[in-house]
């Protein structure tokens, strides 16, 4: 009888029967409609989420953060700035609150190139002044008139500000143009609302201040030049022992008259200052050139040229100008290319809407579809360019990059790039790549981190750092059919090179090399994913990290068998085998995965670590009952769900690494006790709710949908715990966790939990990458899609029957009577689909689609098996449809 209903079940559809639809539904990757994202939830008190004219999210800034003492943040130790991430693939600059733009570079030093540092006279630029009716008007936010009236606002790539005074309004926008060029752009648009002719002068403002963040100091500038031709003004950055071959910084006018311009502060500023510079009171530049100065001393080097207008009543002009930093030689290219160009900021602000995802995940969660287009915003735009390495990076960001001016950990960019293989594969290899150029050859201990110009920073020895690169490579492989891809030669650090698949099997054999007595994996000097575990835990053996190569080695095993590797896939299937057995054994009496050992000691039997619990459901390791068990434990301990009342719970943000230290349930605490480092009452090391661990909890929750009841449920209420937000939503006064986030932020638990980062920097705050790239990642592991050795497993793991999501290169729709999907592969070919239904929809009365065309399938229980074939880098789409169930 069980044969007779397998073979029932597992019924080939090859005729259209007569209830189902006639003609194929259309293309999903056809469609070009934008998903709702008006949505004002989760603005806090510094203003509101708005759709602006291009039909993007935008964060529309209203605070007045000389008088509100919510701007007054506590990660900044009390200051009020607050500004958004203007990037593009190449470049990064932050928009200040205040009316400032300030530029990044990764190119070859890190560093500002117009660093903010008033007290000599360098406000770092990306505004302007007016000369009108004798009077000098700033576009600072700061310097305003009282009766001007004024907006700012943070967009996908740009930053807009408005002033309106003295019968004028100016719209300015500072923006990095999408692709790949390393510069902003600056379009002022000036209008007469009077009904007279106006004649003004505008004063284009951009500093000249670079700063090498790592050493903390200001780099030594030539004497500046002015090309006249191309109406550019441009400076050599000097070399020294760290860069012979430092970049320039220029700017140019490219749109609108130039009489004069100015290279020296004190010619420009005089007396005056910021609020009233000299030369626009006297409405006069006087072609000054700045003296050299050398590194160590700001010097006096800016840029402004003065455009002198006519308006006519009712009247508008634009003006455009240029600003950044690149080799000497490529400034003559960038400057033409956008003097040339037509409407950039329209242009950059429609190829950012073709790009960005389009996902509804149904009635009540508008807001949600909103915050996974700026989460893909932000991590784009996060991205850099190294000269050293010669491909593009997305760092952590945050305090770590800008501030503390390292890239890494190792292991960060490879998690940032995991949303990325399904919406820009080649930023996802050029990541790929970057990593594992950061391999010596040999033993191939790669390096914690990277400093500038390629220079290794090893911060001891942690065991996770080859895992990472074995994991996004498996995932891009799989994801992107692109198997010739790893024949691809790549250098190691040091000196030579081997192809891509060469640096997987060092880091396997590297990896491998660090199996400890207890089956575990030795963490060495500083320990895992949680760095200083092993000084404050005493940590010898980390579980997390077998759990992690539990899933990862099977993963890279389906890559291997893909490419023909046999031998070593069967090798990667051994390991995983008995990573999985040893994460198993680790199981504790109290029902979790213990954190691994110290000597022999285990850690984890009195306290549940939150590290390892996603990993080893991930891998499979709890059986059902254990599954049970270990969720209800996350989500007493962890999460907060039914504690006692002491500890504050539940969450209202992502769940806690850490339980709480007064919990009378906890019978483990680390020794020395947990200070005041990721917050308070933390009962083990590290403590707080980190995006990095709560992405995988989300993820994991969702795997175990019809083993843990209400498992799906329980996964969407942590994926949208760790959006921005929620955290702005729980603490709405609080900056930091509104339009980007830290790294972690404080348990639901601990003394002020709205805080948020590690402590390790009061100069920078936000705009690290885990959030986003996790945010991203969840949607697309909840919606079900899973590469496999063959083509794609989708399995939607989702509290809701009909949702939509479309990426650049991967689209899914759960629709009433069918699901839709498709796929934009690196290698022309064909590939196995196995897509679940609802229990809605009957069998007998399934077709079948690829490419517009009817093809077969089989089915067995509510998985439809078929091919889907397509060209490379092209739209391959699918569908299936069904009636109604009578």
């Not at 209830?19 to 004002?40: D, K």
């Not at 441009?234 to 311009?261: K, T, W, Y």
């Amino acid at each position: 009888m069980r044969r007779a209903a397998l073979a029932a079940a597992a019924l080939c559809a090859l005729a259209l029967p007569a209830s189902a639809p006639a003609g194929a539904p259309p293309r999903l990757s056809r469609a070009h409609s934008r998903v709702a994202i008006r949505s004002t939830h989760g603005s806090g008190v510094f203003g509101r989420w708005v759709v602006d004219a291009f039909g993007l999210p935008a964060y529309r800034y209203t605070l007045n953060e000389l008088k509100s003492p919510f701007a007054k943040q506590s990660e900044l130790a009390g200051r009020n700035d607050a500004w958004h991430q203007v990037g593009n693939d190449h470049v990064v600059a932050d928009a200040f609150n205040h009316g400032w733009t300030q530029l990044w570079s990764q190119d070859r030093r890190y560093e500002w190139a117009n660093l903010y540092q008033p007290s000599s006279n360098h406000f770092t630029g990306g505004f302007g002044y007016l000369r009108v009716d004798g009077r000098t008007i700033s576009t600072l936010y700061d310097a305003r008139p009282p009766s001007a009236v004024r907006a700012r606002r943070f967009g996908v790539g740009y930053y807009g500000k408005h002033v309106r005074t003295r019968g004028l309004d100016v719209h300015e926008f500072v923006y990095a143009p999408f692709g790949d060029d390393p510069l902003l752009l600056h379009d002022v648009t000036i209008r007469n609302t009077t009904r007279k002719a106006k004649r003004v002068s505008w004063f284009e403002y951009w500093d000249v201040n670079p700063y090498q963040q790592s050493i903390k100091t200001n780099l030594g500038l030539a004497a500046p030049s002015y090309d006249r031709a191309r109406r550019t003004l441009s400076v050599a950055q000097l070399p020294d022992s760290e860069d012979h071959d430092p970049l320039s910084i220029f700017a140019a006018a490219l749109r609108g008259p130039v009489s004069g311009f100015e290279t020296d502060t004190n010619a420009f500023f005089g007396s005056g200052g910021r609020a009233s510079p000299g030369a626009v009171r006297a409405d006069h530049l006087t072609n000054s050139i700045a003296p050299p100065n050398a590194e160590g001393s700001s010097g006096q080097t800016m840029f402004a040229f003065r455009a002198p207008l006519t308006l006519r009543p009712h009247r508008s002009i634009t003006l455009r100008y240029a600003y950044g930093a690149a080799h000497a030689a490529r400034i003559a290219a960038l400057v033409s290319k956008y003097r040339r160009a037509s409407g950039p900021l329209k242009r950059s602000e429609r190829r950012w809407a073709a790009w960005l995802p389009q996902v509804s995940f149904g009635r009540g969660n508008t807001w949600l579809s909103r915050e996974l287009q700026w989460d893909a915003y932000t991590l784009r735009s996060g991205a850099t360019y190294e000269d050293c390495q010669g491909r593009h990076i997305i760092s952590q960001g945050g305090y770590y990059q800008y501030d503390n001016s390292f890239q890494g950990a190792f292991r960060d960019p490879l998690q940032h790039m995991l949303p990325i293989i399904y919406s820009d594969p080649p930023l996802a290899r050029d990541v790929l790549i970057y990593s594992a150029q950061e391999q010596p050859p040999g033993a191939g201990q790669i390096p914690y981190a990277m400093v500038e110009n390629c220079k290794r920073f090893d911060l001891g020895t942690s065991d996770d750092l080859d895992l990472w690169l074995l994991y996004a490579a498996s995932e891009y492989g799989l994801a992107s059919r692109n198997l010739a891809f790893f024949d691809q030669q790549v250098r190691y650090q040091g000196g030579g090179s081997g192809s891509l698949w060469d640096h997987l099997k060092l880091a396997y054999q590297h990896q491998e090399a660090q199996l400890g007595p207890h089956g575990d994996y030795l963490t060495g000097s500083t320990g895992d994913w949680s760095d200083f575990s092993t000084e404050f835990l005493q940590m010898t053996e980390s579980t997390l990290v077998t759990a992690q190569l539990a899933y990862v080695y099977p993963r890279l095993a389906q890559l291997a068998d893909a490419r023909g590797d046999h031998a070593f896939a069967a090798q990667l299937r051994l390991s995983g085998a008995r990573d999985l057995a040893t994460t198993r054994r680790e199981w504790t009496g109290l029902g979790w995965f213990s954190r691994g050992y110290s000597g022999v000691m285990q850690l984890g039997r009195g306290a549940i670590f939150g590290e390892p619990q996603p990993w080893a459901i991930l891998a499979g390791a709890p059986s059902a009952k254990r599954a049970n068990t270990l969720v209800a434990n996350v989500r007493r301990f962890l999460t907060g769900v039914g504690a006692p009342r002491q500890i504050h719970g539940p969450a209202k943000i992502g769940s806690s690494q850490s339980p709480a230290a007064n919990d009378p349930a906890v019978t483990e605490h680390s020794q020395p006790a947990i200070g005041d480092y990721v917050g308070t009452h933390n009962a083990v090391w590290v403590g707080g709710s980190w995006y990095a661990i709560d992405g995988v909890l989300a993820w994991g929750l969702g795997t175990l949908q019809g083993i843990v009841p209400n498992a799906v449920r329980y996964a969407f209420d942590e994926f949208r715990r760790n959006t921005l937000a929620a955290h702005a939503t729980a603490y709405p006064r609080h900056w930091d966790g509104t339009i980007s986030v830290d790294d972690v932020c404080r348990s639901f638990y601990s003394d002020s939990p709205q805080i948020c980062g590690t402590g390790l920097s009061s100069n920078y705050d936000g705009q690290i990458m885990h959030q986003p790239a996790w945010s991203l990642f969840d949607a697309i592991k909840l919606a079900g899609i899973e590469p496999t050795a063959t083509g794609y497993s989708i399995a939607p793991h989702l509290p809701f029957a009909r949702f939509s999501l479309r990426f650049p290169d991967v689209g899914l729709s759960y629709e009433a009577r069918r699901a839709r999907g498709y796929l934009v592969l690196q290698q022309k070919g064909s590939v196995r689909l196995a897509v679940q239904l609802p229990s809605s929809a009957p069998a007998a009365s399934l077709v079948t689609w690829v490419n517009g065309r009817r093809v077969g399938h089989s089915v067995v229980g509510r998985t439809v098996r078929f091919r889907l074939s397509g060209r490379a880098r092209a739209p391959a789409d699918w569908a299936i449809t069904w009636a109604r169930r009578a």
